[in-house]
Nanobody
Framework: QLQLVESGGGSVQAGGSLRLSCTISGFTYNSWRWGWFRQVLEKEREGVAVFARGVTTYAGSVKGRFTISRDNFKNILYLQMNNLKPEDTAMYYC?????????????????????WGQGTQVTVSS
């Protein structure tokens, strides 16, 4: 029943900002973990940021520039991206880790997440 739909992607110049949204449909639990991932053509899917009970973890390449947050009332997961760089160009996906005890995990492994959106493209030009 859980559905995730990303939005907010687009084309921006280096140094610009974007805020991605992941609209969540269906009942959610505080024990679940949420994340943002990205993938470039012919590259592995990379963990960008994860959120669990208010605790956040970021990939080293985006620390200080990206912020993950969740609006529990609206059921939306956000990824605020500032000071964007051409290297940030990718398809961005939101995902949920619904496993038991997921709230205690802080890793960025895509394989831990079992529910995914269809992605939104982010393109950053120099």
């Amino acid at each position: 029943q859980l559905q995730l739909v990303e939005s907010g992607g687009g084309s921006v110049q280096a140094g610009g900002s974007l805020r991605l949204s992941c609209t969540i449909s269906g009942f959610t639990y505080n024990s679940w973990r949420w994340g943002w991932f990205r993938q470039v053509l012919e590259k592995e899917r990379e963990g960008v940021a994860v959120f669990a009970r208010g605790v956040t973890t970021y990939a080293g390449s985006v620390k200080g520039r990206f912020t993950i947050s969740r609006d529990n009332f609206k059921n939306i997961l956000y990824l605020q991206m500032n000071n964007l760089k051409p290297e940030d160009t990718a398809m961005y996906y939101c995902a949920a880790d619904r496993s038991s005890g997921a709230y205690s995990q802080t890793n960025l492994r895509a394989g831990d997440f079992d529910s995914w959106g269809q992605g939104t493209q982010v393109t950053v030009s120099s």
